[in-house]
């Protein structure tokens, strides 16, 4: 039975999830600016819990961003020292398909814009579809102006459009999600307690990696490159 380690530290929130034999076993911190401190204590945490060692694990996954610039290091750098210790593969994905996952585990959405705000003319749009299980990139982190963006998204007003505020002074001095959730043009109302599932965390990624390894669709270390937001 495959067991995979997934790590999410790209945005406000550090977390680590193991999946053995169909368990999950997860651990979540609210981080500010101390990712690089917490992230080795969770996986500790995650194989103790699950009373396995890394040496076990066949499969690591992690976030490659867009996020903030340390925050995606840690995710990536961390994630490739690993897989180089124990000679494993990778599988990695788009922090705006990891919210797509969680907004379909959630609230069972299907068709997902992830539109993340960088500065105050610039968003990270992404789309995605799902079909027969898996997610379809129909647009993957393009940086677009902010006009363009909300014209883009009054055309689709039978998608679920996830907006957050991700501009630096957001992103790093925040440790609370700050995002809104759209559908046909009305807001969604999301409880507290369920607000920071939709977060990106380390569970959809497993999930996404889970589907990954049935696929096919690993890497090699060397293949695995950050991806930051662009403020130009």
């Not at 193991?18 to 500010?32: A, P, W």
């Not at 490659?64 to 994630?79: A, D, L």
């Not at 039978?158 to 991700?166: A, L, P, Q, S, V």
């Not at 609370?176 to 369920?194: D, G, M």
């Amino acid at each position: 039975m495959t067991k995979i380690l997934s790590i999410e530290t790209t945005m406000q929130f550090c977390s680590v999830c193991l999946f053995k034999k169909n368990k999950i076993f997860f651990e979540e911190v609210k981080s500010n600016k101390e990712h690089i401190q917490k992230i080795l204590p969770l996986v500790e945490t995650c194989l103790r819990r699950s009373q396995s060692q890394l040496k076990e694990i066949d499969l690591l996954a992690c976030t490659e961003g867009p996020g903030g610039f340390s925050n995606t290091r840690i995710s990536v750098g961390t994630t490739q020292a690993m897989a180089i210790a124990i000679n494993v593969p990778i599988a990695s994905f788009s922090s705006s398909m990891v919210i797509a996952q969680g907004l379909y585990r959630c609230l069972g959405s299907k068709r997902v814009v992830v539109c993340l705000r960088i500065n105050q003319n610039r968003v990270n749009f992404s789309s995605f579809q799902l079909q027969k299980k898996r997610w379809i990139e129909i647009i993957d982190n393009q940086t677009l102006f902010l006009k363009n963006v909300l014209s883009k998204i009054d055309q689709l007003r039978d998608w679920t459009i996830f907006w957050m505020e991700c501009r630096s002074k957001n992103l790093e001095s925040s440790i609370h999600p700050n995002f809104s959730i759209f559908f046909k043009n009305k807001k969604i109302s999301i409880k507290e307690n369920q607000k920071v599932s939709l977060f990106p965390n380390a569970i959809d990624l497993a999930i996404l990696a889970n589907q990954a390894w049935e696929d096919g669709n690993i890497r090699l270390v060397e293949e695995l490159y950050p991806v930051y937001f662009k403020e130009f």
